[in-house]
């Protein structure tokens, strides 16, 4: 051990004896240097720049992630700052929704649920409710707005418990309408995502104005909006935009225009010159109006006219312009 020392200092000493003619008048001499260097080597344990054994001591430190989850603890979380009640519950996802690794959409999401997946409940977080569950054998965390008691029912499950001729579920203060009574859309399996949405947002005994605003207020409130869609096809846009909960102007479009029809309004496309924006006109009420569910124009347009539509201006901070309509009346019904 000694001789290495040795051997290391007198290595040191001599390269910065040799190196004394590259230094400028302001640097130090090279004594100085030399002395500096050799007080640090000799301080230094000899064994600190040795490769580390491969073996673990007994009393060392196991990280996390090398032990199997605890489905009842939440092994999958990726931080624990934060507190969950144990619950031993079964329930429903009431629509598609993410499964996260953590009680918040700032967790990374590992998977998904689709309508009417059932799922082992077993805690609820304590700041926010979202509930843990058992997901692929692991943990997840699901939000308390998608996870329902029953099965969100099918038309002819629901029609049995309905007694009632205008179309209410009998039974508590559920008035949600039944999924037979609604108009296709020419696809069953878009009808079925647009029932999981409905059969939750409106009931038979409210408006035609509100049941368009909770069309309104669903569509632009969880459809958020990235990247761009092909147009021409509303259907297939709608199953996109219901299933991955997200898309363009088009794609707010078709969902809307989805959820209108099965609820039996009469609506259409409107569209700018340029066909770079797409948004709905819904006849309620007997009248005409303009409806557009894409975010990001500075307030809401919820059964304007065609007026409100002509004269309106957004400026955007975005693309540093004021953005228009400038859209196409060819083929679309009068407003009041």
Not at 126 to 132: A, C, E, Q, T, V
Not at 234 to 251: E, H, N, P, Q
Request: overall charge negative.
């Amino acid at each position: 051990m000694t001789k290495r020392k040795h051997i290391v200092i007198l290595t040191m000493i001599a390269v910065s004896l040799s190196c004394t003619a590259c230094g400028g008048d302001d640097g130090p001499s090279s004594s100085e240097v030399s002395l500096s260097h050799a007080v640090v080597l000799t301080a230094a344990p000899l064994n600190s720049a040795a490769p580390r054994s491969s073996s673990m001591p007994e009393n060392s430190y196991a990280p996390d992630a090398l032990t199997e989850p605890d489905a009842s603890s939440g092994g999958n979380e990726e931080s624990c700052d934060y507190d969950v009640s144990d619950l031993n519950a079964v329930k429903y996802a009431r629509e598609y929704v993410n499964v996260r690794s953590g009680p918040g959409s700032d967790y990374s999401k590992i998977g998904s649920l689709s309508q009417n997946d059932q799922v082992k409940v077993t805690g609820r977080a304590d700041d926010n409710g979202w509930y843990r569950i058992v997901y692929d054998g692991s943990v997840g965390f699901v939000s308390d707005n998608y996870l329902v008691d029953e099965k969100i029912g099918e038309p002819e499950a629901v029609a049995e418990k309905s007694q009632d001729s205008d179309d209410r579920v009998s039974g508590g203060s559920d008035t949600r309408t039944l999924s037979s009574s609604r108009a296709g859309t020419g696809s069953a399996e878009l009808d079925k995502l647009c029932d999981g949405i409905l059969n939750n947002i409106v009931s038979s005994d409210m408006s035609e104005r509100d049941k368009a605003y909770a069309v309104y207020t669903w569509v632009s409130g969880n459809i958020s909006y990235r990247g761009t869609s092909a147009t021409g096809d509303w259907v297939a846009g709608a199953k996109t935009a219901l299933t991955r909960y997200s898309g363009d102007c088009y794609a707010f479009y078709s969902a809307s225009r989805a959820l209108l029809t099965r609820l039996g309004f009469e609506n259409t496309e409107a569209k700018s010159y340029t066909e770079g924006h797409f948004w709905n006109m819904v006849k309620v009420d007997g009248s005409w109006w303009h409806f557009d569910t894409t975010p990001g124009w500075g307030t809401e347009r919820f059964l304007w006219t065609s007026d409100q539509i002509n004269n309106y201006s957004y400026y955007s901070e975005k693309y540093g312009k004021y953005i228009t309509y400038k859209w196409n009346p060819e083929g679309c019904p009068a407003t009041p």
